[in-house]
């Protein structure tokens, strides 16, 4: 293979030179663009050998930013100063009679109670967070001890009833004649226990008075002879047979029927066509008689309505039905014709008995609490205590306050006295009676 030549002509020796010197301007421009200068040494100053010290001069006055001009800020915060013990000394003078030389003692003094180391304050509370708080015995020892330092055994708790219900008896019998006086009421029962063995709390309240009794029975003796033949006016009820026997005028509570009525329509639904369509409009008319009670005031054409609906249900009840399990519970509907629509004729009656339930809902907390009573005397604390509490809600008055008055001087407390202005509101009463 022959040698690469070169070539040694003129031409190409020019190319090569200009080439050469084209490189060096583009290196030359290079560096003078691109690439690195050079820092040129100047030589000090004497500020510079010597810098001037950072910060402001000696003396000079510091600057501060202006403060914002701002509106106070309010902070309000509640708490509680716990109480403590107070330990009263009542001294009494002893004077001897000259004529027939026997001793006399001086008065009692403010809130003295006679041979008792606890004063009607504590005994009061105590019955207060009983039965309007629901607290066990145990607990409100607990209570006292750790937050009053008033130390005292759980059976003084029990001590404390007993008391309460001996000075009350009288106050119990006139809540059970203002309730019997009452133009309308409402009654209902519930179940107890008396040391394991089942009773009836049976509870009869108007809209300023609410009456309870524990007795073993739940016949309807009992309801008769609370109230008596010569009670008059609306008896608010379910359907239970022991007050189909009571004097005066009855009202069932329609939502009583109206769950009687579901729970048949589940058991014959699809059975028969003429039944399903008896429930139902059973159920329309008993929602219409609840809605007339309700805006009765606000209807023109009220009394009309009403007498639609009075014969509507009279109708409904007197026509026979081929379903018999049906046309028997018809039968026994058709003696309550009358007591369901009576409420539309008293204004001051009601179209249910839900007051009365509300009335037992603190009843039913303690037995869930307590299972009941072990003993008759725990059994008539109850039912006077009881009594007091709920009557002294319905009038507004704060249920400690009456015990401490009853505890000193039960002489002054009456069903007058504690339905007297107060004020206190309540809400527990029926919004249709205020």
Not at 148 to 159: E, K, L, R, T, Y
């Amino acid at each position: 293979m022959n040698e690469l030549t070169l070539c040694h002509c003129p031409r190409c020796d020019v190319l090569e030179r200009e080439n050469k010197e084209l490189k060096l301007q583009l290196k030359e421009l290079r560096d003078k663009y691109f690439g690195r200068k050079k820092k040129q040494r100047k030589e000090k100053s004497e500020a510079e050998k010597n810098p001037k010290k950072k910060g402001a001069p000696k003396g000079h006055p510091g600057w501060f930013r202006k403060k914002p001009e701002l509106a106070d800020e309010e902070h309000l915060q509640e708490d509680i100063v716990l109480p403590k013990r107070v330990v009263k000394k009542f001294v009494h003078k002893v004077l001897r009679c000259k004529e027939c030389h026997s001793l006399v003692r001086g008065g009692r003094g403010r809130d003295e109670m006679p041979n008792s180391y606890i004063g009607p304050v504590a005994k009061a509370w105590a019955n207060h967070l009983r039965y309007e708080i629901g607290i066990p015995q145990h607990k409100i020892r607990m209570i006292f001890t750790e937050l009053f330092d008033m130390p005292f055994v759980q059976a003084s708790v029990a001590g404390f009833e007993n008391q309460l219900t001996r000075k009350s008896d009288k106050l119990y019998g006139e809540i059970k004649n203002a309730v019997i006086s009452a133009p309308s009421r409402y009654a209902d029962e519930t179940g107890w226990k008396e040391d394991g063995q089942r009773r009836q709390l049976w509870c009869i309240c108007s809209s300023k008075a609410s009456f309870f009794h524990i007795d073993q029975s739940r016949g309807s003796k009992v309801i008769q002879s609370l109230l008596g033949a010569s009670c008059r006016g609306v008896t608010v009820s379910d359907f239970y047979s022991a007050y189909n026997g009571l004097a005066g005028l009855q009202q069932k509570c329609h939502p009583h029927l109206l769950r009687i009525i579901k729970r048949k329509e589940l058991h014959f639904l699809g059975e028969d066509k003429k039944a399903d369509s008896f429930l139902e409009e059973m159920k329309i008319l008993s929602l219409r008689v609840m809605e007339l009670f309700r805006s009765r005031r606000s209807i023109k054409d009220y009394m009309i309505q009403r007498a639609d609906v009075v014969s509507m249900i009279r109708r409904r009840l007197s026509e026979p039905l081929e379903h018999a399990p049906l046309e028997k519970w018809r039968k026994q509907m058709g003696k309550h014709t009358k007591q369901l629509t009576v409420c539309l004729f008293h204004p001051k009656s009601d179209s249910n008995n839900n007051f009365v339930e509300r009335m037992l809902r603190l009843s039913v907390i303690m037995r869930k609490i307590t299972f009941g009573n072990r003993s008759p005397k725990g059994i008539k604390n109850h039912q006077v205590i009881m009594s007091m509490t709920q009557t002294c809600k319905l009038n507004g008055r704060l249920p400690a306050d009456i015990f401490y008055q009853l505890l000193l001087d039960p002489a002054k407390i009456s069903m007058d006295s504690i339905s007297a202005a107060s004020n206190r509101t309540t809400q527990r009463s029926p919004p249709l009676l205020n």
